[in-house]
Protein backbone atom coordinates (compact mmCIF):
# COMPACT_ATOMS: atom_id res chain seq x y z
CA UNK A 1 0.00 0.00 0.00
CA UNK A 2 1.41 3.40 -1.17
CA UNK A 3 1.63 6.42 1.69
CA UNK A 4 -1.61 7.88 0.22
CA UNK A 5 -3.67 4.23 0.70
CA UNK A 6 -3.56 3.15 -3.25
CA UNK A 7 -2.23 -0.15 -3.68
CA UNK A 8 0.93 -0.30 -5.36
CA UNK A 9 1.33 -2.82 -8.74
CA UNK A 10 4.04 -4.33 -10.50
CA UNK A 11 4.57 -4.35 -13.92
CA UNK A 12 1.63 -6.73 -14.81
CA UNK A 13 -1.03 -4.79 -12.34
CA UNK A 14 -0.47 -6.75 -9.47
CA UNK A 15 -1.06 -5.38 -6.01
CA UNK A 16 2.30 -4.92 -3.90
CA UNK A 17 3.32 -3.90 -0.64
CA UNK A 18 6.86 -2.90 -1.38
CA UNK A 19 8.70 0.49 -2.16
CA UNK A 20 6.97 1.90 -4.72
CA UNK A 21 9.63 4.26 -5.99
CA UNK A 22 12.34 1.26 -6.26
CA UNK A 23 12.04 -0.49 -9.52
CA UNK A 24 11.81 3.24 -11.86
CA UNK A 25 14.69 4.67 -10.08
CA UNK A 26 16.81 1.73 -10.68
CA UNK A 27 15.36 2.00 -14.21
CA UNK A 28 16.31 6.09 -14.25
CA UNK A 29 19.72 5.75 -13.38
CA UNK A 30 20.48 4.84 -16.91
CA UNK A 31 22.72 7.29 -18.44
CA UNK A 32 21.86 9.18 -21.53
CA UNK A 33 24.68 7.37 -23.11
CA UNK A 34 23.05 4.26 -23.48
CA UNK A 35 22.04 3.09 -26.80
CA UNK A 36 17.93 2.36 -27.67
CA UNK A 37 18.59 -1.25 -27.15
CA UNK A 38 20.46 -1.42 -24.58
CA UNK A 39 18.16 0.97 -22.38
CA UNK A 40 14.85 -1.19 -23.80
CA UNK A 41 16.67 -4.45 -22.63
CA UNK A 42 17.99 -3.46 -19.33
CA UNK A 43 14.95 -1.39 -18.42
CA UNK A 44 12.49 -4.49 -19.16
CA UNK A 45 15.26 -7.09 -17.37
CA UNK A 46 14.99 -4.78 -14.36
CA UNK A 47 11.38 -4.63 -14.27
CA UNK A 48 10.87 -8.58 -15.13
CA UNK A 49 13.67 -8.99 -11.92
CA UNK A 50 11.76 -7.00 -9.18
CA UNK A 51 8.63 -8.42 -10.01
CA UNK A 52 9.76 -11.67 -9.96
CA UNK A 53 11.22 -10.92 -6.07
CA UNK A 54 8.33 -9.26 -5.19
CA UNK A 55 6.13 -11.47 -6.45
CA UNK A 56 8.09 -14.70 -5.02
CA UNK A 57 9.02 -12.44 -1.95
CA UNK A 58 12.08 -13.94 -2.68
CA UNK A 59 14.46 -13.97 0.61
CA UNK A 60 18.15 -13.34 0.93
CA UNK A 61 19.05 -16.41 1.56
CA UNK A 62 17.40 -17.56 -2.17
CA UNK A 63 18.89 -15.26 -3.98
CA UNK A 64 21.88 -15.77 -2.49
CA UNK A 65 21.75 -19.85 -3.25
CA UNK A 66 20.30 -18.86 -6.71
CA UNK A 67 23.94 -16.45 -7.15
CA UNK A 68 26.30 -19.57 -6.13
CA UNK A 69 24.19 -21.31 -8.28
CA UNK A 70 25.55 -18.97 -11.07
CA UNK A 71 28.88 -18.26 -9.56
CA UNK A 72 29.42 -22.44 -9.99
CA UNK A 73 28.43 -21.99 -13.21
CA UNK A 74 30.94 -19.73 -14.00
CA UNK A 75 33.92 -21.65 -12.28
CA UNK A 76 33.00 -24.53 -14.39
CA UNK A 77 33.20 -23.22 -18.04
CA UNK A 78 35.70 -23.15 -20.32
CA UNK A 79 35.98 -23.73 -23.95
CA UNK A 80 35.18 -27.69 -23.46
CA UNK A 81 32.12 -26.82 -20.87
CA UNK A 82 29.34 -23.94 -20.86
CA UNK A 83 26.93 -24.19 -17.87
CA UNK A 84 25.48 -20.81 -18.48
CA UNK A 85 24.26 -21.93 -22.02
CA UNK A 86 23.22 -25.17 -19.69
CA UNK A 87 21.16 -23.52 -17.77
CA UNK A 88 19.69 -21.60 -20.36
CA UNK A 89 18.66 -24.20 -22.23
CA UNK A 90 16.54 -26.45 -19.03
CA UNK A 91 15.02 -23.20 -18.54
CA UNK A 92 13.93 -23.41 -22.53
CA UNK A 93 15.62 -20.29 -23.04
CA UNK A 94 18.22 -21.05 -26.08
CA UNK A 95 14.90 -22.97 -27.90
CA UNK A 96 12.85 -19.48 -27.35
CA UNK A 97 15.15 -17.12 -28.41
CA UNK A 98 15.80 -19.53 -31.53
CA UNK A 99 12.23 -19.06 -32.40
CA UNK A 100 12.12 -15.30 -31.76
CA UNK A 101 14.62 -14.89 -34.26
CA UNK A 102 14.11 -17.22 -37.13
CA UNK A 103 10.33 -16.99 -37.08
CA UNK A 104 8.50 -16.65 -40.44
CA UNK A 105 5.13 -14.70 -41.04
CA UNK A 106 2.80 -17.10 -40.90
CA UNK A 107 1.37 -15.95 -44.85
CA UNK A 108 4.63 -17.27 -46.18
CA UNK A 109 3.53 -20.33 -48.54
CA UNK A 110 6.25 -22.83 -48.09
CA UNK A 111 9.02 -22.85 -45.23
CA UNK A 112 12.84 -22.86 -44.69
CA UNK A 113 13.78 -26.03 -43.22
CA UNK A 114 13.65 -25.30 -39.36
CA UNK A 115 16.09 -24.31 -36.59
CA UNK A 116 17.08 -25.45 -33.74
CA UNK A 117 19.43 -24.92 -30.79
CA UNK A 118 22.89 -24.50 -31.70
CA UNK A 119 23.61 -26.30 -27.78
CA UNK A 120 27.45 -26.10 -26.43
CA UNK A 121 28.86 -29.30 -28.41
CA UNK A 122 29.69 -27.50 -31.69
CA UNK A 123 33.39 -26.81 -32.52
CA UNK A 124 34.96 -24.77 -34.98
CA UNK A 125 37.14 -26.29 -38.20
CA UNK A 126 35.07 -29.42 -38.08
CA UNK A 127 37.21 -31.39 -40.86
CA UNK A 128 36.41 -30.80 -44.68
CA UNK A 129 35.04 -33.80 -45.89
CA UNK A 130 34.16 -35.27 -49.77
CA UNK A 131 30.99 -36.42 -50.71
CA UNK A 132 30.97 -40.00 -49.50
CA UNK A 133 33.27 -40.24 -46.77
CA UNK A 134 32.02 -41.17 -43.35
CA UNK A 135 32.68 -38.55 -40.22
CA UNK A 136 32.65 -41.75 -38.04
CA UNK A 137 37.06 -42.49 -36.89
CA UNK A 138 38.39 -45.00 -34.63
CA UNK A 139 35.16 -46.36 -33.45
CA UNK A 140 34.46 -48.46 -36.55
CA UNK A 141 32.73 -51.43 -34.58
CA UNK A 142 30.37 -49.65 -32.21
CA UNK A 143 27.03 -48.10 -33.75
CA UNK A 144 24.24 -48.33 -36.52
CA UNK A 145 25.89 -47.27 -39.36
CA UNK A 146 23.77 -44.95 -41.72
CA UNK A 147 24.16 -43.38 -45.21
CA UNK A 148 22.61 -39.61 -44.95
CA UNK A 149 21.58 -38.46 -48.25
CA UNK A 150 19.76 -35.03 -49.83
CA UNK A 151 19.81 -32.20 -51.13
CA UNK A 152 19.76 -28.49 -50.40
CA UNK A 153 17.36 -26.35 -52.55
CA UNK A 154 16.31 -22.86 -52.36
CA UNK A 155 13.24 -22.73 -50.52
CA UNK A 156 11.13 -20.10 -53.13
CA UNK A 157 12.66 -21.39 -56.21
CA UNK A 158 13.07 -24.86 -55.50
CA UNK A 159 16.08 -24.98 -57.89
CA UNK A 160 19.50 -27.19 -55.81
CA UNK A 161 22.31 -24.48 -54.01
CA UNK A 162 25.77 -24.96 -55.19
CA UNK A 163 28.79 -24.72 -52.51
CA UNK A 164 26.37 -25.00 -49.85
CA UNK A 165 27.83 -26.43 -46.93
CA UNK A 166 26.90 -28.50 -43.91
CA UNK A 167 28.51 -28.87 -40.78
CA UNK A 168 27.48 -31.97 -38.83
CA UNK A 169 27.88 -33.36 -36.02
CA UNK A 170 26.70 -35.57 -33.13
CA UNK A 171 27.31 -38.09 -30.15
CA UNK A 172 29.05 -41.63 -29.99
CA UNK A 173 27.27 -44.30 -29.19
CA UNK A 174 28.26 -43.92 -25.13
CA UNK A 175 26.41 -40.87 -26.02
CA UNK A 176 29.15 -38.36 -25.12
CA UNK A 177 30.53 -35.85 -27.55
CA UNK A 178 34.31 -36.02 -28.95
CA UNK A 179 35.35 -33.08 -27.02
CA UNK A 180 33.67 -34.77 -23.49
CA UNK A 181 35.59 -37.94 -24.24
CA UNK A 182 39.07 -39.11 -23.99
CA UNK A 183 39.08 -42.10 -25.71
CA UNK A 184 37.42 -40.56 -28.97
CA UNK A 185 39.55 -39.25 -31.85
CA UNK A 186 40.32 -35.51 -32.02
CA UNK A 187 36.90 -34.35 -34.20
CA UNK A 188 35.09 -37.67 -34.32
CA UNK A 189 31.67 -37.75 -35.58
CA UNK A 190 32.07 -34.05 -37.18
CA UNK A 191 32.65 -32.85 -40.76
CA UNK A 192 31.91 -30.63 -42.99
CA UNK A 193 30.79 -31.16 -46.64
CA UNK A 194 30.31 -28.45 -49.94
CA UNK A 195 27.70 -29.24 -52.56
CA UNK A 196 28.24 -29.28 -55.85
CA UNK A 197 25.75 -28.19 -58.78
CA UNK A 198 23.02 -30.74 -58.17
CA UNK A 199 23.18 -29.26 -54.76
CA UNK A 200 23.22 -32.49 -53.27
CA UNK A 201 24.94 -34.37 -50.36
CA UNK A 202 25.73 -37.81 -49.19
CA UNK A 203 27.69 -39.27 -46.32
CA UNK A 204 28.11 -42.22 -43.62
CA UNK A 205 27.67 -41.21 -40.12
CA UNK A 206 26.30 -43.55 -36.95
CA UNK A 207 22.67 -43.66 -36.22
CA UNK A 208 22.51 -41.16 -33.14
CA UNK A 209 21.68 -42.19 -29.49
CA UNK A 210 19.56 -40.38 -26.32
CA UNK A 211 22.14 -38.71 -24.09
CA UNK A 212 21.91 -37.20 -21.05
CA UNK A 213 23.60 -33.11 -21.03
CA UNK A 214 25.95 -32.23 -18.31
CA UNK A 215 23.96 -32.96 -15.17
CA UNK A 216 27.53 -32.83 -12.42
CA UNK A 217 27.06 -29.20 -12.24
CA UNK A 218 24.41 -26.22 -11.80
CA UNK A 219 21.98 -27.13 -13.98
CA UNK A 220 22.26 -30.99 -12.90
CA UNK A 221 20.42 -29.72 -9.39
CA UNK A 222 18.35 -27.68 -10.77
CA UNK A 223 16.77 -30.75 -12.77
CA UNK A 224 17.25 -32.94 -9.80
CA UNK A 225 15.37 -30.07 -7.64
CA UNK A 226 12.51 -29.72 -10.14
CA UNK A 227 12.11 -33.61 -10.45
CA UNK A 228 13.27 -33.31 -14.11
CA UNK A 229 15.50 -35.99 -16.09
CA UNK A 230 18.43 -34.64 -17.75
CA UNK A 231 17.79 -36.43 -21.32
CA UNK A 232 17.73 -35.28 -25.14
CA UNK A 233 16.41 -37.46 -27.72
CA UNK A 234 18.77 -38.87 -30.65
CA UNK A 235 19.72 -36.48 -32.80
CA UNK A 236 21.89 -34.63 -35.44
CA UNK A 237 23.16 -31.31 -35.78
CA UNK A 238 23.81 -29.38 -38.42
CA UNK A 239 24.61 -26.10 -39.17
CA UNK A 240 24.01 -24.88 -42.92
CA UNK A 241 25.46 -21.87 -44.98
CA UNK A 242 25.63 -21.16 -48.39
CA UNK A 243 26.44 -17.71 -50.14
CA UNK A 244 23.12 -15.21 -50.49
CA UNK A 245 21.24 -17.20 -48.05
CA UNK A 246 20.55 -17.12 -44.76
CA UNK A 247 22.45 -19.74 -42.31
CA UNK A 248 20.47 -22.52 -40.97
CA UNK A 249 21.42 -24.00 -37.56
CA UNK A 250 19.37 -27.32 -36.67
CA UNK A 251 18.94 -30.65 -35.49
CA UNK A 252 16.91 -33.81 -37.03
CA UNK A 253 15.52 -36.10 -34.43
CA UNK A 254 15.00 -40.03 -34.79
CA UNK A 255 11.39 -40.75 -34.36
CA UNK A 256 11.82 -43.65 -32.83
CA UNK A 257 14.03 -42.11 -30.13
CA UNK A 258 13.27 -42.39 -26.20
CA UNK A 259 12.27 -38.82 -25.12
CA UNK A 260 11.28 -37.70 -28.29
CA UNK A 261 8.04 -36.18 -26.64
CA UNK A 262 10.43 -35.10 -23.51
CA UNK A 263 13.73 -33.33 -24.38
CA UNK A 264 15.09 -31.79 -21.33
CA UNK A 265 16.00 -28.25 -23.70
CA UNK A 266 12.80 -27.96 -25.44
CA UNK A 267 14.24 -28.40 -28.88
CA UNK A 268 11.93 -30.90 -30.65
CA UNK A 269 10.09 -29.99 -33.72
CA UNK A 270 7.75 -32.01 -36.08
CA UNK A 271 9.09 -31.10 -39.23
CA UNK A 272 12.83 -32.33 -38.04
CA UNK A 273 11.57 -35.58 -36.90
CA UNK A 274 13.01 -37.82 -39.32
CA UNK A 275 13.02 -41.90 -39.84
CA UNK A 276 15.91 -43.94 -39.94
CA UNK A 277 14.94 -46.78 -42.70
CA UNK A 278 17.23 -50.38 -42.79
CA UNK A 279 19.49 -50.65 -45.52
CA UNK A 280 20.65 -53.57 -47.57
CA UNK A 281 23.26 -53.67 -49.98
CA UNK A 282 25.66 -51.60 -48.84
CA UNK A 283 28.72 -53.01 -46.45
CA UNK A 284 29.30 -49.79 -44.91
CA UNK A 285 25.48 -48.56 -43.40
CA UNK A 286 23.00 -50.40 -41.62
CA UNK A 287 20.34 -47.39 -42.07
CA UNK A 288 19.53 -45.08 -44.99
CA UNK A 289 18.56 -41.05 -43.75
CA UNK A 290 17.25 -39.54 -46.45
CA UNK A 291 16.86 -35.66 -45.58
CA UNK A 292 16.41 -32.42 -47.84
CA UNK A 293 17.16 -29.10 -46.67
CA UNK A 294 15.87 -25.75 -47.87
CA UNK A 295 17.26 -22.39 -47.40
CA UNK A 296 15.63 -18.86 -47.75
CA UNK A 297 17.95 -16.41 -50.00
CA UNK A 298 18.15 -13.13 -48.10
CA UNK A 299 15.90 -11.50 -50.59
CA UNK A 300 13.47 -14.48 -49.92
CA UNK A 301 13.78 -13.64 -46.38
CA UNK A 302 12.86 -10.21 -46.80
CA UNK A 303 9.65 -10.25 -48.56
CA UNK A 304 8.57 -13.30 -45.78
CA UNK A 305 8.96 -10.85 -43.12
CA UNK A 306 12.03 -13.10 -41.87
CA UNK A 307 12.95 -11.41 -38.32
CA UNK A 308 16.49 -10.82 -38.15
CA UNK A 309 16.68 -11.90 -42.18
CA UNK A 310 20.00 -9.43 -42.95
CA UNK A 311 23.52 -10.45 -43.88
CA UNK A 312 24.15 -8.14 -40.79
CA UNK A 313 22.06 -11.04 -38.58
CA UNK A 314 23.72 -13.47 -40.51
CA UNK A 315 27.42 -12.46 -39.37
CA UNK A 316 25.49 -12.62 -36.09
CA UNK A 317 25.19 -16.15 -36.51
CA UNK A 318 28.66 -16.20 -37.53
CA UNK A 319 30.25 -14.56 -34.97
CA UNK A 320 28.58 -16.94 -32.55
CA UNK A 321 29.58 -20.04 -34.56
C1 LIG B 1 23.22 -30.65 -27.59
O1 LIG B 1 22.33 -31.05 -28.29
O2 LIG B 1 24.35 -30.87 -27.96
C2 LIG B 1 22.89 -29.94 -26.33
C3 LIG B 1 21.95 -28.94 -26.34
C4 LIG B 1 21.65 -28.28 -25.15
C5 LIG B 1 22.29 -28.63 -23.99
C6 LIG B 1 23.22 -29.66 -23.99
C7 LIG B 1 23.52 -30.32 -25.17
FE1 LIG C 1 23.47 -32.63 -29.21
Not at 209 to 236: E, F, N, S, T, W
Not at 278 to 289: I, T, V
Request: with cysteine; hydrophobic share 35%.
Amino acid sequence: MASNGVAVTDGNGAAHKFNPHFTQAVINATGPKASPRVRKLTASLIQHLHDFARENELTVDEWMAGLELMNEAGRMSDDRRNEGQLLCDIFGLESLVDEITYKLASDAKDEPTATAILGPFWRKDAPEKQMGDTIVSGIDSEGDKTWMHGIVTDFVTGKPIEGATLDVWHTAPNGLYEQQDPDQPEMNLRGRFTTGKDGTYNFYCLRPVPYPIPYDGPAGKILQAMDRHPYRPAHIHFIITASGYKPIVTQIFDRNSKYIEDDAVFAVKDSLIVDFKPYQGDPKADFELPYDFKLASFEAAKNHSMVGATEASAAGVGAKI
